[in-house]
């Protein structure tokens, strides 16, 4: 009796996980809804910043990412775009790629915003981003003068 | 065998040094105020087509191929891609190849591409000063090696930052006697 029982337990939980495969997952409602950790990782790569005008407000993003030692491989000031990379030194073989983008906000004010990426995985820790600002901001503030 | 394996373990062994850790990512290193002064060069004029098309024309005589240019960042890229070839690094294959009695041959570099990224910049309001960075690199790719029974394909890459003052120095002598003007350094 026993033996049967234990025989059936084993055949209803081994059904019981065959089952769930069959059911298609339901794409929610949310499904392209921002998550809490997206807009986390936003907030960390966006910074707003006291310049009037763009172009200048690019070459001080420029700048700051030749003090880095990052190579621009692409900069379209209409759309307020950057793109540069580097190697992570010493570590010849390890790239660290960076998109910067520069809006007008309100006034006399603009946001920049950053994405690093380290090896194609990425960065998702606030300590680089906000190193990236700090050298941003000094460069931002050479330009300005 | 045994030895094959420990020279191969030591050729690979600059491949294992830690990573950078996070918090020293997109940080200044204390070496970058150097690289600066090495790479820039500031010049009196307001006319920064001028600037830019001289850079361009260095460039090319230094046999670079304009890859890209922006003419509103000031911004342009050359490359030029030559044989990286080193007789030095084929006696090292050859006798690293015989003290690990053929278990190893070390992959030599076959190939590179020299790369310029430039900007050319107003550094005052009324924009009579300009400065002209530029950051030359190279990108190396390997030729197939082997260590034990291990094969190692060929094109792995390398990347570095060319840091000889003389090449930065070159360029600039030359740039500015295109545009007849003196070249300040910072």
Same mark, same amino acid.
């Given at each position: 009796?026993?033996?049967?029982?234990?025989?059936?337990?084993?055949?209803?939980?081994?059904?019981?996980?065959?089952?769930?495969?069959?059911?298609?997952?339901?794409?929610?409602?949310?499904?392209?809804?921002?998550?809490?950790?997206?807009?986390?990782?936003?907030?960390?790569?966006?910074?707003?910043?006291?310049?009037? =005008?763009?172009?200048?407000?690019?070459?001080?993003?420029?700048?700051?990412?030749? =003090?880095?030692?990052?190579?621009?491989?692409?900069?379209?000031?209409?759309?307020?775009?950057?793109?540069?990379?580097?190697?992570?030194?010493?570590?010849?073989? =390890?790239?660290?790629?960076?998109?910067?983008?520069?809006?007008?906000?309100?006034?006399?004010?603009?946001?920049?915003?950053?994405?690093?990426?380290?090896?194609?995985?990425?960065i998702e820790d606030p300590?680089?981003?906000?190193?990236?600002?700090?050298?941003?901001?000094?460069?931002?503030?050479?330009?300005?003068? | 065998?045994?030895?094959?394996?420990?020279?191969?373990?030591?050729?690979?062994?600059?491949g294992c040094t830690t990573?950078?850790?996070?918090?020293?990512?997109?940080?200044?290193s204390p070496e970058s105020?150097?690289?600066?002064?090495?790479?820039?060069?500031?010049?009196?004029?307001?006319?920064?087509?001028? !600037?830019?098309?001289?850079?361009?024309?260095?460039?090319?005589? !230094?046999?670079? +191929?304009?890859?890209?240019?922006?003419?509103?960042?000031?911004? !342009? #890229?050359?490359?030029?891609?030559?044989?990286?070839?080193? $007789?030095?690094?084929?006696?090292?294959?050859?006798?690293?190849? !015989?003290?690990?009695?053929?278990?190893? #041959?070390?992959?030599?570099?076959?190939? +590179?591409? %020299?790369?310029?990224?430039?900007?050319? #910049?107003?550094?005052?309001?009324?924009? /009579?000063?300009?400065?002209?960075? %530029?950051?030359? $690199?190279?990108?190396?790719?390997?030729?197939?090696?082997?260590?034990?029974? +291990? $094969? %190692?394909?060929?094109?792995?890459?390398?990347?570095?930052?060319?840091?000889?003052?003389?090449? $930065? +120095?070159?360029?600039?002598?030359?740039?500015?006697?295109?545009?007849?003007?003196?070249?300040? /350094? %910072?």
């Amino acid at each position: 009796m026993e033996h049967k029982q234990a025989v059936w337990i084993a055949l209803l939980f081994t059904g019981g996980l065959f089952l769930q495969a069959c059911a298609p997952p339901q794409p929610g409602p949310n499904l392209l809804a921002p998550t809490a950790a997206q807009m986390k990782l936003r907030s960390y790569q966006s910074r707003s910043f006291e310049a009037t =005008d763009p172009s200048q407000a690019m070459r001080g993003v420029v700048a700051a990412l030749q =003090d880095l030692g990052f190579i621009i491989e692409r900069a379209n000031e209409p759309m307020g775009l950057v793109t540069a990379a580097r190697f992570a030194e010493p570590n010849y073989t =390890d790239v660290m790629g960076i998109t910067v983008t520069v809006r007008s906000q309100t006034e006399g004010h603009m946001m920049i915003r950053a994405n690093a990426i380290y090896n194609n995985k990425p960065i998702e820790d606030p300590k680089v981003y906000q190193n990236f600002f700090a050298t941003l901001e000094r460069s931002l503030f050479i330009t300005k003068e | 065998m045994v030895w094959g394996t420990l020279l191969a373990l030591l050729a690979l062994n600059n491949g294992c040094t830690t990573p950078t850790q996070p918090a020293e990512l997109l940080q200044l290193s204390p070496e970058s105020s150097q690289n600066r002064a090495m790479q820039i060069r500031i010049f009196e004029t307001s006319n920064e087509n001028e !600037l830019l098309s001289a850079s361009a024309a260095v460039l090319q005589d !230094l046999g670079l +191929q304009i890859e890209e240019s922006v003419r509103q960042m000031g911004f !342009l #890229r050359a490359t030029k891609e030559r044989s990286a070839r080193e $007789y030095g690094q084929d006696f090292t294959r050859f006798f690293m190849g !015989l003290l690990s009695l053929g278990n190893f #041959r070390m992959p030599v570099d076959l190939h +590179q591409k %020299i790369a310029a990224v430039l900007i050319a #910049r107003p550094i005052n309001q009324d924009g /009579t000063k300009h400065e002209v960075r %530029i950051m030359f $690199y190279r990108v190396v790719w390997q030729g197939d090696g082997q260590a034990d029974r +291990q $094969y %190692i394909p060929p094109g792995e890459q390398k990347m570095e930052m060319i840091r000889d003052p003389l090449i $930065y +120095q070159e360029f600039f002598f030359k740039l500015s006697k295109a545009v007849f003007l003196e070249a300040f /350094t %910072i």
